[in-house]
């Protein structure tokens, strides 16, 4: 139903047999908890135009191997993607905030590009990615603590943007493009 915009809290809290669902381009909400522990739902989900993912939303989607956002993305929350252990690929092309244990445990992820826009990291949001190899985020993005601890794989980093910041406050103006 194209009139629905938000995917209820809890709505689909333990259906354990649920394997599939695609999403319209209208849902612009997913609250608190509605996917957790669907631990048969797999594949991959296409959120497109999906602006705010609530805590826990697919916590516990085992199955899930490829989650894509558009540009409409905001904010996703607590837990919102937590012990998604199949989940390889991240598409985020777009988001301001991500939130604590947002992707704990996602022990598939092997590369990360976070959005450029992107403010704020919360605490352990990707705790435990034992995979993840490569980031690239923004060089201005606020990093709370503990967000890659026992990402054990972890052996590159890329700070994007800011270069120019970097270089005029270091007075090296004939450096700069």
Known sequence: DKSVKIIPQRAFELRRHLVYVEFHDGIEIIEMRAFVNCVKLR??????GVRVIEEGA???????????????????????FYNCTSLRSLTMPSGRSIGTWAFRSCKQLTDLDLPGGLETIQEY??????SLRRIAMPLSCMIEDNVFIDCTNLKTVDLVGGIHRTVASLHLERWRN
């Open 125 to 130: 949001a990707f705790n435990n990615c034992s």
């Open 43 to 48: 594949g991959s989900i296409k959120l497109l």
């Open 58 to 80: 697919f916590s516990c989607c085992c199955g899930l191997t490829e989650v894509e956002f558009d540009d409409k993305l905001e904010t996703i929350g607590s837990c919102a």
